[in-house]
């Protein structure tokens, strides 16, 4: 941050905030804490408390959303190429277009694949590793862009803090409409004619367990982000107290430093009064005696003036 730019500008804390937040998410998130409270005590040494506030919001990522973050930035053309899948898949589920929505899965299946290869590579060079639930949670993440335009602005953006999945989106992703049944002599069936098979009540029962199983791992999730948030604000407030105790040594030994001048300025004043007290004693004994001399010399002039008569006469 530099400290020539002005204070309460709106403009100029937006722009330095969209550049603290570039610098800060794309480090790894054991570091993210220190370096975003290091901006949060520049921005408030050089007075600018709006942007010391809002940079003190930004919230470290989990490791799957660093990961997410680490794609967005190297690999900003094939991310944006998935999510724009997202449109053409939508399309196909609602024209209920099978061989449209087929090509478009295969499409994203193949497209996720490569880019969760290159998050795993990207991770170890900056020596992490990507664990199965982190790779999980990446690719979950990924497919719920597809269907929310909020997370992939999340993603495009390279600011993601918590994975996301998204369970309701995805029966298009990886499912195609199946033809309709035909009865006897080519004629479809009514919805009074289907009748649900048992495989199809296996398939309900293990959506329904699946959804209960998500929802406990949203729940989860939910309760991570929210520990992890604590310890930040826990991890800053601890910052900001030892921060302030250096404020508050600094300040008592500057009082300590100024009570021992004072004193030493008060033996001097003591000192330099004995000194003035003696001088002006002096100063009157000599006045005194120039008083003195002042008179012998009046009367000498008076003697010399009849002596000088007596002399004339």
């Known amino acids: 941050m530099s400290p020539s730019r002005s204070k309460g500008d709106p403009e100029a804390d937006e722009r330095e905030l969209d550049e603290a937040a570039g610098d800060l998410y794309a480090l790894r998130p054991d570091a993210f804490v220190a370096a975003r409270d290091e901006r949060v005590r520049q921005a408030r040494a050089e007075g600018r408390a709006s942007l010391a506030r809002a940079v003190a919001g930004l919230r470290r990522p989990t490791q799957s959303a660093w990961v997410v973050n680490l794609l967005s930035r190297d690999q900003r053309d094939a991310v944006e190429q998935l999510l724009e899948l997202g449109d053409g898949l939508r399309r196909a589920h609602q024209q209920g277009s099978g061989g449209d929505l087929q090509d478009l899965s295969a499409q994203r299946r193949k497209a996720e694949a490569a880019l969760l290869r290159r998050a795993r590579a990207l991770a170890a060079d900056a020596g992490v590793d990507v664990t199965a639930d982190m790779a999980r949670e990446v690719e979950e993440t990924l497919g719920a862009a597809l269907a929310r335009p909020d997370v992939a602005d999340e993603i495009r953006a390279g600011r993601l803090t918590k994975p996301v999945s998204y369970s309701g989106f995805g029966g298009f992703l990886s499912s195609v409409p199946a033809p309709p049944a035909q009865k006897r002599g080519g004629e479809a069936k009514t919805p009074r004619d289907?009748?649900?098979?048992?495989?199809?009540?296996?398939?309900?029962?293990?959506?329904?367990?699946?959804?209960?199983?998500?929802?406990?791992?949203?729940?989860?999730?939910?309760?991570?982000?929210?520990?992890?948030?604590?310890?930040?604000?826990?991890?800053?407030?601890?910052?900001?107290?030892?921060?302030?105790?250096?404020?508050?040594e600094e300040a008592d030994r500057n009082a300590a430093e100024l009570g021992a001048r004072l004193d030493d300025l008060r033996d001097q004043l003591r000192d330099v009064e004995k000194r003035l007290e003696a001088a002006e004693r002096g100063a009157r004994v000599e006045a005194r005696r120039r008083d003195g001399l002042r008179k012998a010399h009046d009367q000498a002039k008076v003697e010399l003036t009849r002596a000088e008569k007596r002399l004339a006469d």
């Open 194 to 248: 289907r009748r649900p098979s048992g495989r199809t009540a296996r398939q309900e029962a293990v959506s329904a367990e699946t959804r209960s199983d998500q929802q406990d791992r949203e729940r989860r999730e939910e309760a991570v982000h929210r520990l992890d948030e604590a310890r930040e604000l826990l991890e800053a407030a601890a910052a900001e107290l030892a921060e302030q105790e250096h404020v508050v």
